[in-house]
């Protein structure tokens, strides 16, 4: 069985208990994606792989996903 987890840190820690999840399933994805979008008035990639100096949020980017 696979799960897909939300990217946002905020979400993460707050709806979901991944020690208890990680035993019963054999694949998670997390949706490292929106990060940055048009609500913003610069351009960016949705899905960083790093933090850039200036984003708004230091972990809105796939490395500093916390999972």
């Known amino acids: ?15 979901y208990e991944l020690d208890k999840l990680a035993p019963l ?6 949706m490292t994606y929106d990060y940055h979008g048009a609500w913003e008035k610069k351009l960016g990639h949705v899905s960083p792989l790093y933090y850039r100096r200036g984003d708004r949020n ?3 980017n796939t490395v500093s996903t916390p999972v």
């Open 1 to 15: 069985m696979a799960i897909t987890i939300s990217g946002y840190k905020e979400v993460i820690q707050k709806a």
């Open 58 to 60: 230091p972990y809105y």
């Open 25 to 30: 399933v054999e694949y998670i994805t997390v």
